[in-house]
Each structure stands twice: as structure tokens, then as C-alpha cells.
């Protein structure tokens, strides 16, 4: 039997290795102060007095697909979890635009899992890399390997995605629900 899903879309943890000492950003800031050009560099990834939280802002995670009948892109909203309805067989990516405030961010990773009648079918874990904050206040971007949809009279029925986004500390800035039908 499966464990709950809090459990399953938890990242994976590799033995042997320990997190280092969670800095703020305050402390990160001082470090090294009386290094000019490391200040600078500093300040141009973001890190510098007054900053209080390492916090992630996901703009949008959205799904696109080669089928001309479906509006491009669709945005998956977790306040308002409409039925997506995509065809069997369909190839499909998922996207996500996000924004890094207040400083660096390291290890965030994207994990969804789908159950189709309570049962997980598939689990997806993909890095998305570590991050500053951007100078200029542009979003990051990343697009997730192509899908496809599942197929054949067994497959057909509906299907719930539960995402999630989640650093190396644990802290959680995005869980979304979705639901898929396919017929």
C-alpha cells in the first residue's frame, strides 16, 4: 500500500548528505563587507541590507500542447482548478515563470504526482536549479521534458495532479491541484 500523499510528494532525500548552515540574508550581506567588488557582485544578485526572507513568487505554471484545439497556453490555476480537458494520446509540456525576491534560493525543485481513482500513477521530480534574484526583475522560466497523455479504454477517466514547489530547506511557496479528464 502507498503511502499518503504528503509523503509521496515529498522530495527524494539522498543518505549522507547534510544542508549547510541556513544563513540570513543580513548575515550573507556582512559577510565579507570590507571586499568591494564582492560587494557589488552581491549587490547585483540582490543580497543586501534590508532583506528579511528568501521567498519565491510562482507567477504562473502553465501547460502547452500541439493541439490546435486547445487554447495556447493554458494556465493552470490552483484558486480556480477547472477540468482541463486534453485528447488521449496528446504530446504535452508544463512550464513555470517564477520570481526570486529578496535573495538566493537554492535547490528548488518541482514535484507533481497524479492519481487516478486514489491510486498514483505517475510521480514527477525535476530540479529546477538554484537562483538569485533577478537585477532587472525578470522572471525565471523553465520547461519541463514533453508528456503524453495517457491512452486506450483503460486509461480514459479522470485524473487529479497535486504540484508542489519546494527548496532544499523544506519551505513549500506553491502547491497547486488540477484536474484532467480524458474521454
Known amino acids: ?24 540574508v543580513e548575515e550573507l550581506a556582512n559577510l565579507d563587507k570590507e571586499d568591494e567588488s564582492l560587494a557589488k557582485w ?10 528579511t526572507k528568501r521567498q519565491i513568487t510562482v507567477i504562473n505554471l502553465t501547460l502547452t500542447s500541439g493541439d490546435p484545439s486547445l ?23 508544463v512550464n513555470i515563470h517564477f520570481r526570486v525576491n529578496h535573495g538566493i534560493v ?9 492519481k487516478r481513482v486514489g ?3 505517475d510521480k514527477m ?3 529546477l ?27 480514459r477517466g479522470k485524473y487529479t495532479v497535486r504540484s508542489r514547489v519546494m527548496d532544499d530547506d523544506g519551505k513549500v511557496p506553491y502547491v497547486g491541484k ?5 474521454f
Do not use: C, W
Not at 106 to 114: A, F, K, T, W
Not at 137 to 144: D, W
Open 1 to 24: 500500500m502507498l503511502a499518503h500523499s504528503s509523503t509521496i510528494l515529498g522530495a527524494y532525500q539522498f543518505s549522507g548528505f547534510k544542508l549547510g548552515e541556513q544563513k540570513t
Open 178 to 182: 488540477f484536474l484532467f479528464p480524458f
Open 42 to 51: 552581491k549587490a547585483s544578485l540582490g543580497i543586501g541590507p534590508g532583506g
Open 106 to 114: 537554492s535547490g528548488l525543485r518541482y514535484l507533481h504526482i497524479v
Open 71 to 93: 487554447p495556447q497556453p493554458i494556465v493552470l490555476d490552483p484558486q480556480n482548478p477547472q477540468p482541463i480537458k486534453i485528447k488521449e494520446g496528446a504530446h504535452y509540456s
Open 125 to 127: 521530480e525535476q530540479m
Open 129 to 155: 536549479g538554484s537562483y538569485a534574484p533577478s537585477p532587472d526583475g525578470n522572471a525565471y522560466s523553465k520547461t519541463f521534458p514533453e508528456e503524453e497523455a495517457p491512452s486506450g479504454m483503460l486509461a
Open 119 to 121: 491510486v498514483v500513477v
